[in-house]
């Protein structure tokens, strides 16, 4: 299965400010997912992102909050933009290859 | 109602005891089913999937889904401490990354020594 890296692993940021999330994969991927996972709650998906287009947002979720850029096939970043305590998570991305699905680590990400 | 429902735990147990962690669905267009174990501070890891009825055995590890009943399982058999961490269901009504995966909420396992 894939490997995925993800950085930063944990951040802590004021509110207001905005946060990157990188997710490097070693192998060629088509689609690379982005999801959040808060406590007590499932991994809720916030956009399926492919090389060359837009990402595709779930409900709830809205670009210029969480815009994502996908420059190759093995690369993805999120931005969770204009922070609030709200947005207090776990960040993770995901990848899917002949029906397995593989996380990265996870970002940790406390807004304060 | 959710589409996925899971005990969220916590569920603790003395090591060897064999441990059931189950889900319930909705959905009954859901074909696969996944179970992922996510150890603290970690990204959940694929553990076993399936996508039909039955009993799907990988080592200590059974995984079992009644379509009839939309109810999915997984046995841990001689659980050591080493399996303390969250086991979270998942389930898509497809093979590929092109139909959605819905999670549950997770069940926090301890295996105590």
């Known amino acids: 299965s894939a490997v995925i890296s993800q950085k930063p692993s944990r951040d802590i940021c004021q509110r207001g400010t905005s946060l990157t999330i990188q997710c490097q994969v070693d192998s060629q991927v088509t689609m690379m997912f982005w999801y959040r996972q808060q406590p007590g709650q499932s991994l809720t998906l916030i956009a399926t992102a492919n090389q060359g287009s837009e990402a595709t947002y779930e409900s709830g979720f809205v670009i210029d909050k969480f815009p994502i850029s996908r420059p190759n096939l093995t690369f993805s970043t999120l931005t969770v933009s204009n922070m609030s305590p709200e947005d207090s998570s776990i960040y993770l991305c995901?990848?899917?290859?002949?029906?397995?699905?593989?996380f990265g680590s996870g970002t940790r990400l406390t807004v304060v | 109602q959710k589409e996925v429902e899971q005990d969220p735990g916590p569920l603790s147990v003395p090591e060897g005891a064999i441990v059931s962690l189950n889900c319930t669905y909705s959905?009954?267009?859901?074909?696969?089913f996944m179970w992922y174990r996510q150890y603290s501070r970690k990204g959940p890891e694929l553990l076993m999937y399936?996508?039909?009825?039955g009993n799907k055995e990988d080592g200590r590890f059974t995984a079992q889904v009644d379509k009839s009943s939309k109810y999915i399982s997984l046995f841990i058999r001689d659980s050591q401490p080493s399996d303390s961490a969250t086991y979270l269901c998942?389930?898509?009504?497809?093979?590929?990354?092109?139909?959605?995966?819905?999670f549950g909420t997770g069940t926090k396992l301890q295996v105590i020594p």
């Open positions: 998942a389930m898509s009504d497809g093979l590929r990354g092109y139909q959605k995966v819905t």
């Open positions: 399936t996508y039909s009825s």
């Open positions: 959905n009954s267009a859901f074909q696969y």
């Open positions: 995901s990848v899917e290859a002949t029906g397995v699905y593989t």
